[in-house]
């Protein structure tokens, strides 16, 4: 909680920066559900998703195979 990525989350096209904000355990066993936030562009406003740590796992991985290979300006 209260940590910082660089993730491929669906909301968005390129990799984006994702706000942690809690940490919640789930009714079925070994799942923890992470709800985060992005801050979107085009509307100037917050945004909430919630997804799994499995998944989130995932966005973050693709984020950097991602950044790598967007190139520079």
């Given at each position: 909680?209260?940590?910082?990525?660089k993730?491929?989350v669906?909301?968005?096209?390129?990799?984006?920066?994702?706000h942690?904000?809690?940490?919640?355990?789930?009714?079925?066993?070994?799942v923890?559900?992470?709800?985060y936030?992005?801050y979107?562009?085009?509307?100037?406003w917050?945004h909430?998703?919630?997804?799994t740590?499995?998944?989130?796992?995932?966005?973050?991985?693709?984020?950097?195979i991602?950044?790598?290979?967007?190139?520079?300006?």
């Amino acid at each position: 909680m209260g940590e910082t990525y660089k993730a491929q989350v669906s909301y968005g096209r390129e990799p984006m920066k994702i706000h942690i904000c809690h940490v919640l355990p789930s009714h079925y066993t070994d799942v923890t559900l992470i709800i985060y936030k992005v801050y979107g562009k085009h509307k100037q406003w917050w945004h909430e998703f919630m997804c799994t740590e499995n998944d989130m796992d995932w966005y973050i991985e693709l984020g950097e195979i991602m950044k790598s290979k967007i190139p520079k300006k």
